[in-house]
């Protein structure tokens, strides 16, 4: 077995801590530096989970193969650029930056370099997910709900760069199509940017999807409904749980008892029961962990196992839909309240 890789992680927040702890778990890497900017938080995650503690970015060993950014996303191109021009591989958590733009500058400086860039779109590994994209499923309409009480984190970002960039990222990746129309509404409530969006994107290939996104629910429920030709899938990514409903198989049945009751040999209505008519299968789901099939992912790429899973150019396009979403909630008068 080859030398362990020499990784890092730079941010000690929430979700730098989660990436110390699975890269910790993993004999392909070593946690070689952990990074923050207040020296006694890098400190307590590298005691925890190992690694020597750093104060900045440009401190870390110079063999380092591989990094994630979990800095706020204001700071993710004055990171991420000068790690890619050493040719460090990024894992740089989502949104990959806070505008096309910015987005734009890191991709350009990891093609310049040859560096590798991969986004941590997380959803992407949710089991549910997976086990949906071993359908093949071609969808041709898409609901998705993703909301849940305020977490006071992030409420400086509206709601469609904090929460539903999750969703855009999934719904580019099952149209595999250009949004060609934008129609979406915002409402602000505690700031000056939109605490709830419901935004409808119509894409080239006739697909259109309609995402609804708020942090001022009184529950939580993330919700992806997925409609095509002969299947409908229904995924809920809170209980990593999905169900397949086939039109082969089902659509036989339930017109026969439209039939039967046409001709009048079912007469009380309330003897049907439609969950019967259908036949349900639950999705395939695994146990592995979003966030250690997402760090696989990304070694198999350093490590040209395979290629990465959520491209920077995905990162960009998610952001730049984002921004697209954002602009219609802006340009519509009834829009922002």
């Not at 990436?19 to 307590?44: F, T």
């Not at 041709?140 to 709601?159: K, Q």
């Amino acid at each position: 077995m080859s030398n362990p890789l020499p990784v890092a992680v730079i941010g000690c927040g929430r979700m730098g801590r989660l990436h110390a702890r699975v890269y910790s778990q993993m004999p392909r890497v070593k946690l070689a530096g952990i990074v923050d900017a207040d020296p006694d938080a890098a400190a307590a995650v590298a005691e925890e989970f190992g690694g020597t503690a750093y104060s900045s970015p440009e401190a870390l060993p110079a063999d380092l193969a591989a990094v994630t950014i979990a800095v706020p996303t204001q700071f993710h191109p004055d990171i991420a650029i000068p790690l890619l021009e050493r040719g460090v591989a990024c894992l740089i958590e989502k949104p990959l930056a806070s505008s096309t733009v910015e987005a734009q500058r890191i991709v350009d400086a990891g093609k310049r370099a040859g560096a590798l860039i991969q986004v941590g779109h997380i959803e992407r590994f949710n089991p549910a997910v997976r086990a949906m994209g071993r359908l093949g499923i071609s969808p041709r309409f898409m609901e998705v709900t993703r909301i849940s009480p305020l977490t006071f984190r992030s409420i400086d970002v509206g709601v469609v760069l904090d929460m539903m960039i999750h969703d855009i990222d999934i719904i580019l990746q099952l149209a595999n199509s250009t949004a060609v129309k934008i129609d979406a509404v915002g409402v602000s409530v505690i700031g000056q940017v939109e605490d709830i969006c419901n935004a409808r994107i119509t894409f080239a290939n006739g697909c259109v999807a309609n995402l609804t996104a708020s942090r001022l629910a009184m529950k939580t429920e993330r919700k992806l409904r997925v409609f095509s030709v002969d299947a409908y899938v229904s995924i809920d990514y809170q209980k990593k749980y999905g169900i397949l409903v086939r039109r082969t198989g089902n659509v036989d049945s339930i017109r026969d008892t439209v039939a039967r009751i046409k001709s009048g040999e079912i007469e009380d209505l309330s003897q049907v029961n439609f969950a019967d008519l259908v036949n349900i299968e639950e999705l395939q789901i695994d146990d592995i962990e979003p966030l250690r099939a997402e760090l696989d992912s990304f070694i198999d790429a350093v490590t040209a196992v395979a290629p990465p899973p959520v491209t920077g150019e995905d990162g960009l396009a998610a952001v730049d839909l984002a921004e697209r979403i954002v602009a219609a909630v802006n340009q519509n008068p009834l829009g922002m309240v």
